[in-house]
Nanobody
Framework: VQLQASGGGLVQAGGSLRLSCAAS????????MGWFRQDAGKEREFVAA????????YYADSVKGRFTISRDNAKNTMYLQMNSLKPEDTAVYYC???????????????????WGQGTLVTVSS
């Protein structure tokens, strides 16, 4: 599967952005999906994940209550709604896909086989 992330940009602290991840292929619904992010000079970190049927969602503590992950299998698209953005949310955001990704590896980057190219989110203070 090929992934294309979009929706990044520059926003003021407290603002909102919605990221999208469009996937190619007809097997989108068979993949568990997620978002990771990486800021310059920092380690890549888990943001959120969603199971194939959207039944299960997972969030990093740092974004819980502010970000919402969702997916539309009919449109082969995953979303990340980001509200109450903070300067520390600034990073390149990557959408990821994998099969059979379950707890406790949901938050681990190597559990996902496919990565999009990333979209930059910059939050100004």
């Amino acid at each position: 599967v090929q992934l294309q992330a979009s929706g990044g940009g520059l926003v003021q602290a407290g603002g909102s952005l919605r990221l999208s991840c469009a996937a190619s292929g007809r097997t989108f619904s068979s993949y568990d999906m997620g978002w990771f992010r990486q800021d310059a000079g920092k380690e890549r970190e888990f943001v959120a994940a969603i199971s194939r049927s959207s039944r299960r969602t997972y969030y990093a503590d740092s974004v819980k209550g502010r970000f919402t992950i969702s997916r539309d299998n009919a449109k082969n698209t995953m979303y990340l709604q980001m509200n109450s953005l903070k300067p520390e949310d600034t990073a390149v955001y990557y959408c990821v896909a994998g099969q059979g990704v379950r707890v406790p590896v949901t938050t681990i980057d190597v559990a996902y086989d496919y990565w999009g190219q990333g979209t930059l989110v910059t939050v100004s203070s």
